[in-house]
């Protein structure tokens, strides 16, 4: 099916699992351990109800907002997903580019294929970059000066990965980036013939922002060593400050559930221009498209009063 036939999400999906190797689709539709909140993405979305209006002029109607004081034409975001670049070759690249053109945020993740700069040498406007917290401070200080670099309009930081869940398909799959060559990954690949010639014509292989810019990796057994010992367990408020003082900018935080914390954002905000806001992420386990949301965990509950009528015609509110 090309892809101006695909009508649906469902359709992109039975695209992507046809066309992507097991290793890279399962990373993308998977969850950790026992994928409970993987399930949980699609069932809590589907219990939101808006209410319907009837007998109104319809001209008119806008779903455009802003978001961190960035126009766009609906409030989504494209979400910070790792390894996009393995499920199309550039795939950072062509998703920054698409959410460019359609009028949307487009976060880049730490743990991407294509770099910062990559990203920012084939876009016209500003991106959001995500941020993984990392014991190697100097590094985080250096991926925070490589954004400003590269212009990013918005910081996301990440506060919900501090501990790795255990996603039972990757270890399955021996999933890495580049991908081995046993011969159960050099199968998945052969039979997917497609992916492999665009693969081919790209030097996008690995994770960019981290390669050649942390100490001591060089090769893809270094760069898993050093993955796995990074994340950082110890993360608090005051690296938030440490954060928010290093990028200077607007600053989102990822991953806000309880109505505690989100208190503590709002004490920790006070007196800092509203440059601190959270996202509520609640795809933590699945790489797809996030929903950004600028309240605790009610904001859900609460989408149908984002929608009003005013003089006749429908418009989405904006906060």
Not at 279 to 296: E, G, M, N, Q, Y
Request: glycine residues 6%; proline residues 4%; aromatic residues 8%.
């Amino acid at each position: 099916m090309s892809i101006d036939k695909v009508l649906t999400i469902a359709e992109m999906k039975e695209r992507a699992r046809r066309r992507v190797p097991k290793m890279f689709f399962d990373y993308a539709d998977s969850g950790a351990w026992t994928e409970g909140t993987y399930r949980a993405n699609e069932s809590d979305f589907e219990k939101i109800k808006l209410r319907q209006r009837v007998l109104v002029d319809m001209t008119g109607r806008s779903l455009e907002t802003t978001m961190a004081g960035q126009a766009a034409t609906m409030p989504v975001a494209l979400a910070p997903t790792g390894l996009t670049g393995m499920q199309h070759a550039d795939g950072e690249m062509l998703a920054a580019q698409a959410a460019e053109e359609f009028g949307v945020p487009f976060t880049l993740s730490t743990m991407s294929i294509c770099s910062i700069e990559d990203v920012a040498s084939v876009t016209t406007k500003p991106f959001w970059f995500q941020l993984y917290v990392m014991r190697d401070r100097e590094f985080v200080e250096n991926l925070i000066n490589r954004a400003k670099a590269a212009k990013c309009s918005a910081l996301v930081l990440t506060l919900d990965l501090q501990i790795l869940g255990q996603r039972h398909k990757d270890l399955r799959n021996g999933l890495s980036a580049p991908p081995k060559f046993t011969p159960k990954h050099i199968y998945q690949m052969a039979t997917r013939p497609l992916w492999c010639l665009d693969m081919l014509k790209t030097q996008r292989r690995t994770f960019r922002n981290i390669a050649g810019h942390a100490k001591n990796v060089s090769d893809l057994s270094s760069l898993s060593a050093w993955t796995a010992e990074q994340f950082d367990p110890r993360l608090s408020w005051q690296d938030v400050a440490w954060i928010k003082e290093k990028w200077g900018g607007k600053l989102i935080l990822k991953g806000i559930l309880d109505e505690e914390d989100a208190r503590r954002r709002r004490r920790f905000g006070r007196g800092r221009a509203d440059r601190v806001k959270p996202w509520r992420s609640p795809a933590r386990r699945r790489p797809f498209l996030d929903f950004v949301c600028c309240r605790a965990s009610s904001t859900l509950s609460a989408t149908a009063s984002k929608f009003t009528w005013t003089a006749g015609s429908a418009r989405a509110k904006t906060s």
